[in-house]
């Protein structure tokens, strides 16, 4: 019954909607204010200076791809992998931040619309890293549908 639930095609797709604006709506800000994006990641003290400007500009457009790629479905299970990955270690830079006693915004959707790194911010980025890990497991069993429910 359980594994019924779990590979429901609609389920899959809402959560492939839904992740996808997450990213969308995370870059936009960063996109059009990457100094401050940038000013956000040195803030970590976790990066050398000069990955800062091309983390600061890679990662927005990295963002913005793979969430048109869920939305779309293009290449499903690697988008759906490298937003994994991305979750796990935004999750991993906000844990240490806290460790560290660091008070800083965490850059996640731009300087607009942040918030302070905390463990309410690494709750809300593991029900990320579920869906996305859900996402991901049920692409490797089947090709995805581009958008149709059908196949």
């Excluded at 059009?32 to 050398?48: D, H, K, T, V």
Aim: with cysteine.
């Amino acid at each position: 019954m359980i594994q019924k639930i779990l590979n429901i095609k609609t389920l899959q797709l809402v959560i492939r909607f839904f992740l996808g604006f997450v990213f969308i709506y995370a870059s936009m800000n960063k996109i059009s204010s990457p100094g401050e994006f940038a000013l956000s990641i040195s803030n970590y003290q976790l990066f050398p200076n000069f990955l800062i400007n091309f983390t600061a500009v890679f990662i927005p457009w990295l963002e913005l791809v793979c969430g048109f790629g869920l939305i779309f479905g293009f290449h499903l299970r690697e988008n759906a992998f490298v937003y994994l990955s991305l979750l796990i270690t935004f999750t991993l830079l906000i844990a240490l931040s806290m460790i560290r006693g660091l008070d800083i915004e965490c850059g996640c959707f731009g300087s607009e619309d942040s918030s302070k790194v905390g463990f309410l911010k690494i709750l809300e980025n593991l029900a990320l890293i579920l869906l996305s890990a859900y996402l991901f497991h049920t692409s490797i069993k089947e090709k995805s549908p581009v958008i149709t429910l059908n196949k």
